[in-house]
């Protein structure tokens, strides 16, 4: 079960659910990962629409490596998501919303 006050999340992958947080190390990987000046500009990127596949993915995968998750981006790229794309990008939104959504705010 996610708790969606914690930021969680949750994605089937390859008939496996996980959960998936933005923790501090993985918000700090995504901003690596996506070359981003700062978190303000990161949030902007998606809040804009200015992302790509590629940004997706980077963002699904940070929130599984907070949830815990071991795999690789090569594993989360082959990995058979249920929903396919239209589940994966609405989980990766849902996943950053909640990472800046105060609780009991009625967002998300």
Same mark, same amino acid.
């Given at each position: 079960? /996610?708790?969606? &006050? @914690?930021?969680? /999340? =949750?994605?089937? +992958?390859? !008939?496996? *659910?996980?959960? +998936?947080?933005?923790?501090?190390?993985?918000?700090?990987?995504?901003? #690596? $990962? +996506?070359? @981003?000046?700062?978190? /303000? #500009?990161?949030?902007?990127?998606?809040?804009?629409?200015? &992302?790509?596949?590629?940004?997706?993915? =980077?963002?699904?995968?940070?929130? +599984?490596?907070?949830? !815990?998750?071991?795999?690789? =981006?090569?594993?989360?790229? *082959?990995? $058979?998501?249920? !929903? !396919?794309?239209? $589940? @994966? @990008?609405?989980?990766? %939104?849902?996943?950053?919303?909640? %990472?800046?959504?105060?609780?009991?705010?009625? =967002? /998300?």
């Amino acid at each position: 079960m /996610v708790n969606p &006050y @914690a930021g969680e /999340v =949750a994605l089937v +992958l390859d !008939g496996t *659910r996980h959960v +998936l947080k933005l923790t501090l190390g993985a918000l700090a990987e995504l901003e #690596a $990962e +996506l070359q @981003a000046d700062s978190l /303000v #500009a990161l949030i902007e990127r998606f809040e804009t629409g200015h &992302y790509a596949t590629r940004d997706m993915l =980077a963002l699904l995968l940070a929130g +599984l490596r907070g949830g !815990g998750w071991q795999g690789s =981006a090569g594993d989360l790229a *082959r990995a $058979e998501i249920a !929903g !396919g794309p239209v $589940e @994966a @990008a609405r989980v990766a %939104a849902t996943l950053l919303a909640r %990472a800046f959504t105060v609780p009991g705010d009625g =967002a /998300v």
